[in-house]
């Protein structure tokens, strides 16, 4: 199986603060890589999906990059909606995985 | 509109049989792969296995082989997840989802989950 390691497991910032996620896979998927946004009791949502491209109807200060083996997500300018925990997947191969998650959590 | 809508809250008990369902609507069942996830109370979420309606192709999670089985009734756009005896280790919330056709990409849409508890 593919390991998926997100870095950090938490981090703490201000609306306003530039914040990057950082997603490892322990060997290379290309591009296929999906980020996730989850909230307290609700389904996680879909962000980016082939590493970079933006879901319909999620915000433009929301990007991925990377490709092979290293990834990120960065939100731009971060809005008191975007505290939540965010999941990375890898979908190069079956079984399909998940990072630990990052919680974004106020400052 | 795409909707998951999964079946409701289960209360087991150790050894017992469930099976929970997801419903697909709005769009053509049996294009999509259709998964399962699962996410232990207060834990990260951990992908199960997917099936391709159209064909019943499905794939297994190594750690969840042999522990449920997924299915789907095309004629019904259902998919489900079946347990045959259960422990109380499988007490987590259960998601469905829609993969995205092309290669590489990830799950478009979320059931609402279903709350699975199994407990003596």
């Known amino acids: 199986d593919i390991q998926m390691t997100q870095s950090p497991s938490s981090v703490s910032a201000s609306v306003g603060d530039r914040v990057t996620i950082t997603c490892r896979a322990s060997?290379?998927?290309?591009?296929?890589l999906a980020w996730y946004q989850q909230k307290p009791g609700k389904a996680p949502k879909l962000l980016i999906y082939?590493?970079?491209s933006l879901q319909s109807g999620v915000p433009s200060r929301f990007s991925g990059s990377g490709s092979g083996t290293d990834f990120t997500l960065t939100i731009s300018s971060l809005q008191p909606e975007d505290f939540a925990t965010y999941y990375c997947?890898?979908?190069?191969?079956?079984?399909?995985?998940f990072g630990q998650g990052t919680k974004l959590e106020i400052k | 509109e795409v909707q998951l809508v999964q079946s409701g809250a289960e209360v087991k008990k150790p050894g017992e049989s469930l099976k929970i369902s997801c419903k697909g609507s709005?769009?053509?069942?049996?294009?999509?792969?259709i998964g399962w996830v699962r996410q232990m109370p207060g834990k990260g979420l951990e992908w199960m296995g997917i099936?391709?309606?159209?064909?019943?192709?499905?794939r297994y999670s190594p750690s969840f082989q042999g522990q449920v089985t997924i299915s789907a009734d095309k004629s019904i756009t259902t998919a489900y997840l079946q347990w045959i005896s259960l422990k109380a280790s499988d007490t987590a919330m259960y998601y469905c989802?829609?993969?995205?056709?092309?290669?590489?990409?990830?799950?478009?849409?979320w059931g609402q989950g279903t709350l699975v508890t199994v407990s003596s």
């Open positions: 997947q890898q979908a190069n191969s079956f079984p399909y995985t």
């Open positions: 082939a590493a970079s």
């Open positions: 060997q290379g998927i290309s591009s296929s």
């Open positions: 989802v829609r993969k995205i056709p092309a290669s590489g990409t990830g799950f478009d849409y």
């Open positions: 709005g769009y053509s069942f049996t294009s999509y792969w």
């Open positions: 099936i391709y309606p159209g064909d019943s192709d499905t």
